[in-house]
């Protein structure tokens, strides 16, 4: 596997943070985005999209900001967020209980949970 799509964040709180996502021609770039630690958020049509920073994975969608956030907080203990790669299989429905928690869905038509250069394959 390669390395990290994105350095994650320094910061210890939500800050503004350009990083790359995985997407199903290749990385994206977001311009307008925050992170923090592992963790990168961005706006787009349908909600708040949280991402892997580590690989440019979408984790999940949230209905607003805030929602997002506080998945990011109820997630973060559950795994080592730093890894270049996925969670196992129970350790994943663990974090998708998590975040149905907090009102965040796994959409179906993004890619999730592939490095960027095996999506763009």
Same mark, same amino acid.
């Given at each position: 596997?390669?390395?990290?799509?994105?350095?994650?964040?320094?910061?210890?709180? *939500? +800050?503004?943070?350009?990083?790359?996502?995985?997407?199903?021609?290749?990385?994206?770039?977001? $311009?307008?985005?925050? +992170?923090?630690?592992?963790?990168?958020?961005?706006?787009?049509?349908?909600? %708040?999209?949280?991402?892997?920073?580590?690989?440019?994975?979408?984790?999940? #969608?949230?209905?607003?900001?805030?929602?997002?956030?506080?998945?990011?907080?109820?997630?973060? /203990? !559950? %795994? $080592? *967020?730093?890894? #270049? /790669?996925?969670?196992? $299989?129970? @350790?994943?429905?663990? !974090?998708?209980?998590?975040?149905?928690?907090?009102? #965040? @869905?796994?959409?179906?038509?993004?890619? +999730? *949970?592939?490095?960027?250069?095996?999506? +763009?394959?």
């Amino acid at each position: 596997m390669s390395g990290p799509l994105n350095t994650p964040s320094t910061s210890s709180t *939500w +800050a503004p943070y350009p990083f790359l996502i995985a997407t199903i021609v290749g990385p994206m770039a977001v $311009d307008f985005g925050a +992170a923090r630690g592992p963790f990168g958020l961005h706006g787009e049509k349908g909600g %708040w999209h949280l991402t892997h920073l580590p690989t440019g994975a979408l984790i999940g #969608v949230a209905p607003s900001i805030e929602a997002a956030m506080d998945a990011a907080d109820g997630i973060e /203990g !559950i %795994w $080592d *967020w730093s890894i #270049v /790669g996925r969670p196992e $299989d129970a @350790t994943m429905k663990v !974090i998708r209980e998590a975040l149905r928690s907090h009102g #965040v @869905t796994s959409p179906t038509d993004y890619p +999730a *949970w592939k490095p960027a250069l095996e999506i +763009a394959a």
